[in-house]
């Protein structure tokens, strides 16, 4: 069974500094793909940023970056140079085989003035 | 463009109503999504749909049925609804099934059962 933990239920951090959200996965599939999504109070789910399984990189997507690490299983968020929209609900998702998304529990954000 | 809409924002419906939500993709996908999300819960998946047919149903109950008419067109018809469907609904897209998909999501319809 796939599982997502995301186990900061709230953070804070200043304006102008770097954040990095909290994610870690279980999963037997062999290959699978790792998502963060931003939904601000209005609702809106909006993706952030797509990791998979076999690249060799880290993905980044201007101020956000994703730390992959595939031995530990994490796929920690990074968020530099915060904004006061920054503020909202960070999801994590992963998907493996099939047509199923599995959503963390999520991050509350407030970036501080 | 990567947009999923959803009518309406909002709606109000008392336990005997019958009321529809409607969603629209045309990016092209072939995979279509309902999710019902409670405050400050994750998504909870609902309904699949994949080219047209309904391909994943999370043993939800009847009184919500779901309709694609085209492969650009999402429906989700509300019938005898509990206070507890109280909730954020949201449609979502992707382009197949693969892992690799991204989901779009739409801005998603505030329901409120009276």
């Known amino acids: 069974a796939q599982k997502i933990t995301q186990t900061q239920p709230g953070m804070f951090v200043q304006e102008k500094e770097a954040v990095t959200l909290d994610c870690t996965y279980d999963?037997?599939?062999?290959?699978?793909?790792l998502f963060w999504y931003k939904q601000p109070s209005s609702g809106e789910m909006i993706f952030l940023i797509y990791q998979g399984s076999y690249d060799q990189q880290n993905a980044t997507e201007g101020r956000y970056s994703l730390n992959f690490q595939k031995a530990r299983k994490s796929a920690n968020l990074v968020i530099s140079a915060s904004q006061l929209g920054d503020s909202a609900m960070y999801f994590c998702a992963m998907r493996g085989f099939g047509n199923q998304f599995y959503f963390g529990t999520g991050t509350s954000l407030t970036v501080i003035p | 463009d990567t947009e999923v809409t959803q009518t309406p924002k909002h709606l109000v419906m008392g336990m005997t109503n019958k009321k529809s939500l409607k969603c629209e993709q045309h990016?092209?996908?072939?995979?279509m999504y309902w999710y019902k999300q409670k405050a400050k819960k994750p998504p909870e998946l609902m309904f699949v749909y994949s080219y047209e047919k309904l391909s994943i149903n999370e043993s939800v109950p009847s009184r919500f049925s779901p309709e694609c008419p085209n492969s650009s067109l999402l429906n989700l018809h509300l019938h005898a609804l509990q206070p507890e469907d109280s909730a954020l609904y949201l449609c979502?897209?992707?382009?197949?099934?693969?892992?690799?998909?991204?989901?779009?999501f739409g801005p998603g319809t505030r329901l409120l059962v009276l």
């Open positions: 979502a897209s992707s382009q197949g099934s693969g892992m690799v998909e991204t989901q779009y």
């Open positions: 999963t037997s599939d062999p290959s699978y793909g």
């Open positions: 990016m092209g996908h072939r995979a």
